[in-house]
């Protein structure tokens, strides 16, 4: 065989062989890199539910916290209403009267503080004066003044002036007031208490 042929043939071979190689390398280094692109698409996804499950962590332990903080709100709720239950704090109010100056006075008659105590004082349907103080303490007053109040014991005393001075005869009445007082207060164990007092306001001395 020539010489010439043989080379020809063995560089034909060669090429070839290059070429298949080539092809091999090229399909090769293809899914190399998407392999490689299927890797980082991995590794991203895995950081994703990383930091989602970080940050589900995260807000689970807010929501233990806030459940913490209910509960511990409920038990003193729950603390609070049965000293509530509880209380048998006796309170005593009595109503005294200076005509003088027109003026109701609401006594705290007893060894207790009341808070939040809020006073009304009523002619029939009518209020006539009222008040409000955070705190009453022991055996201490709130005035309610009005002129109201002397203004309506003269007119009823001037009623029983006009039946006494016609067809002989005789009262022996004075003129008076009479008044409701109303109380709403908060004992010292938290209970929210209502007191109502009936009263006849004369111009007499204060007592």
């Known amino acids: 065989m020539d010489i010439n042929v043989v080379t020809g043939v063995v560089g034909a071979v060669t090429g070839l062989v290059g070429g298949v190689s080539g092809c091999v390398a090229l399909f090769q280094t293809h899914a190399g890199n998407k392999l490689a692109k299927d890797a980082n698409d991995s590794a991203e996804e895995a950081n994703g539910i990383a930091t989602d499950s970080k940050g589900i962590a995260e807000h689970a332990n807010d929501l233990a916290g806030k459940a913490n903080e209910i509960a511990a709100d409920a038990n003193a709720i729950s603390q609070r209403a049965l000293a509530v239950t509880a209380d048998q704090t006796v309170y005593k109010w009595r109503v005294e009267y200076d005509g003088e100056t027109s003026t109701v006075f609401l006594v705290n008659d007893c060894g207790n503080i009341a808070r939040d105590v809020h006073v009304f004082v009523r002619f029939e349907d009518q209020t006539i004066a009222q008040a409000r103080v955070d705190k009453t303490m022991p055996f201490c007053e709130i005035a309610l003044e009005s002129e109201f109040f002397s203004k ?42 209502n007191t109502e007092i009936e009263q006849r306001l004369t111009n007499s001395q204060r007592h």
């Open 152 to 193: 309506q014991i003269i007119k009823d005393q001037s009623e029983i002036d006009a039946i006494n001075s016609g067809n002989g005869f005789f009262s022996a009445g004075i003129g008076t007031c009479r008044v409701t007082v109303h109380v709403t207060y908060t004992t010292e164990l938290g209970s929210r208490r």
